[in-house]
């Protein structure tokens, strides 16, 4: 895992949405994203966001298909092996910090409320024990 991104949201943005932008900018800049989601009612959500978020274009994307642009999944891999060697993000979208795995990015989105800044707190502790440094990005 190369470098840590967190975005921390104000009170009125909508984590899905900007989840949505981040993996149109990914396929955008050619970056293989594997979104990590916490529950199936999470996944099948955000794979019906993907769809529809904008009135004149989509995300494509798939479901645990990692030969995909994007692939959505309720499992971390074993290994990055799908991807032939590729530089390949991973879009937390749980309340766990992700493994190292050899992911050349990880984003973490931090909604505005109390409840997610504690714990989006606890993930960035995590990823600091791991040798890592997390950037902020401040999302307004």
Not at 75 to 101: E, F, I
Not at 120 to 133: A, I, L, P
Request: aromatic share 10%; with cysteine.
């Amino acid at each position: 895992m190369s470098a840590v991104n967190f975005y921390v949201l104000n009170d009125t943005a909508d984590r899905d949405l900007f989840a949505c932008r981040l993996c149109q900018r990914a396929l955008i800049e050619g970056l293989p994203l594997f979104v990590w989601c916490e529950t199936s009612e999470d996944l099948a959500r955000f794979d019906q966001l993907l769809w529809t978020y904008q009135a004149t274009s989509f995300v494509s994307h798939e479901t645990d298909d990692p030969s995909a642009p994007i692939c959505l999944s309720l499992t971390l891999p074993d290994d990055l092996s799908a991807w032939s060697g590729r530089a390949v993000g991973c879009l937390n979208l749980t309340s766990t910090a992700v493994a190292p795995l050899g992911f050349e990015r990880v984003l973490e989105i931090i909604a505005g409320s109390d409840t997610a800044k504690a714990a989006g707190r606890e993930r960035f502790k995590v990823y600091k024990q791991r040798g890592k440094t997390p950037v902020t990005h401040q999302i307004k």
